[in-house]
Each structure stands twice: as C-alpha cells, then as structure tokens.
C-alpha cells in the first residue's frame, strides 16, 4: 500500500525524560538507509511486524514530499543487512499527546553509538498550525541536517 503526503514536522531537542510517563505508547525502531542524497533519501525500516520503503525529498523548511510502501519484514531484513550495512539506526520511539487535538509528539531514542540522543518531532497539517511546546523540549533543530536520520547513520 502506497502512503503519499506531504510532510510538516518541526524536529526538537529533548531535555528531560519526563515525557516517558506521558507516553501512550512505544515501539523499537530498526532502520537503515538505501540512498542519503539530499534531494531524494531511501529509507528501510522495520518496527514490530511491519516493514516500510519510504522515500523522501528535500526539506523546504519544515515541509517535504513523501511516499511510503509497505514491504514484507523478512525482503526489509535482508535489505539492511545487504545494503545498510554499517549505516543502520536503532531507537525507541513514544508517542505522547500533544496539547493540541489531533497532533501527537514522536520522541525518539536513540541506542548505539548515538545513545544520549533524545529527538521529538511532531507533525502538523499545515506550516502555520499552532503547537504547545511541552516542557520536555528543547532547542528547536528543524532544517538542522546534523539530526536527520540519514546524516545520523554516517556518524
């Protein structure tokens, strides 16, 4: 199945883990990166019994394109051993309401070399959509290319 949409997310630094006793829910994240140019990255991830391609292209902003196709786990296992190689990320991600009706925060944890990284982004409908910034975060690193994930797997 094919998921197209415009992306709008704003991208934080989290300073406390105090949104842990907020959180919903959680999962472990997998995931690894076919193809990091700018323009167009390639991402394979794997999260419980679900496997994804997701295609993305370059921030505007805080906006960019994206598709999303489900893959069977086991082809999404054999590509990052493959072709992800040494370029893989591993986290938890929580997902906590935002004040807000509708929007929720994903905060991101990450294990591995980058463990101490806590990332949260949230997603909006639109660029101008208003949002309470919760007491978890921090500085405010949008358009920042050293926390994307596909810059982070080559650090």
Not at 5 to 16: C, D, G, M, N, P
Not at 84 to 99: M, W
Request: glycine share 8%.
């Amino acid at each position: 199945m094919l998921y197209m949409a415009k992306e709008i997310e704003r991208k934080f630094l989290v300073i406390s883990d105090n949104f842990i006793k907020e959180a919903v829910s959680s999962r472990e994240i997998s995931q690894g990166y076919l193809c990091t140019n700018p323009d167009a990255t390639v991402r394979v991830r794997i999260s419980g019994p679900d496997a994804w391609l997701t295609v993305k292209s370059r921030n505007h902003g805080a906006a960019r394109g994206e598709w999303e196709y489900h893959v069977p786990v086991d082809d999404a296992r054999s590509m990052l051993a493959e072709c992800c190689a040494g370029r893989s990320l591993e986290k938890t991600r929580y997902i906590v309401p935002a004040a807000e009706e509708g929007l929720k925060w994903e905060i991101d944890v990450f294990h591995g070399r980058h463990e101490g990284l806590v990332v949260a982004e949230i997603e909006l409908p639109s660029e101008g959509t208003p949002f309470t910034r919760p007491p978890f975060v921090g500085e405010e690193v949008t358009g920042n290319p050293r926390y994307y994930n596909s810059v982070l797997i080559g650090e």
